[in-house]
């Protein structure tokens, strides 16, 4: 194989196992003020299910839907925000964010999140579980928010980097104590190259060193066949 075309297949190559650039979703995507639902956002399926407590006259009571707000208050969150109703007074089921990564798993995850609670202090908004293709847990966490002397609101980032994602799920925290509710914003992933990718390009890999060991040798024999010798200098004339 010829080095040019050897430089060209390696190129190709290198350009299946190159990663795909991060994505980033800020909810500027998504309409204002409105319910949000369920709805896909770059290749991310997004469900928010809201708190259900008691029952009253045998119906249940839920929570307010999440809802895309403008950010007046936190300094760690841009334009458009996610806002997470959890509230509710006696115990029930918590609200809850699932992410779905539609386009393969993710090898890595980060958003921000903030809360406005009565009191210049940290405080949990909620935790976050990561699942992997076969629906096992990956990473658990707190999500805790800090008090930011700059916004004077309680702020924290989330940051994850391992193992293949499929599914996080975000359980909110019930607030109402604090008179406050979490948000979310800016979160960003990037896609992680699929196993049988990467083994389809280690293979041509190995190919391809394969075959410039082999043609080297034939080279080697064929010259040897054919008594290839340095090229001999002519003999001067005396005269």
């Given at each position: ?60 009571w839920f929570c307010d ?35 779905d990564f539609l386009n ?136």
């Amino acid at each position: 194989m010829s080095t040019t075309l050897r430089m060209l297949v390696f190129s190709v190559l290198l350009g299946i196992v190159v990663p795909a650039a991060a994505e980033t979703i800020t909810f500027d995507e998504a309409s204002l003020y409105a319910f949000f639902g369920t709805q896909t956002i770059k290749g991310v399926r997004l469900s928010f299910v809201p708190c259900r407590y008691g029952d009253v006259w045998s119906s249940p009571w839920f929570c307010d839907q999440a809802e895309v707000v403008t950010n007046l208050y936190f300094s760690n969150l841009t334009g458009s925000v996610l806002m997470l109703p959890g509230e509710f007074s006696i115990p029930g089921d918590p609200s809850t964010l699932t992410l779905d990564f539609l386009n393969g798993p993710v090898r890595s995850l980060s958003f921000q999140f903030a809360a406005s609670p009565n009191c210049q202090c940290s405080i949990p908004v909620g935790s976050l579980d990561l699942f992997d293709g076969a629906n096992s847990i990956l990473h658990s966490t707190e999500l805790i928010a800090a008090f930011s002397p700059v916004s004077h609101q309680s702020e924290g980032t989330f940051t994850y980097a391992g193992a293949p994602v499929s599914r996080a799920v975000l359980t909110v925290r019930n607030l109402v104590s604090q008179d406050t509710t979490p948000f979310i914003d800016t979160i960003t992933f990037q896609t992680a190259p699929e196993p049988a990718t990467l083994f389809v390009v280690a293979s041509a890999l190995i190919g391809l060193v394969v075959i410039g060991r082999t043609s080297k040798t034939t080279r080697t024999q064929v010259c040897i066949s054919l008594m290839c010798h340095p090229p001999r200098s002519l003999p001067t004339n005396p005269n």
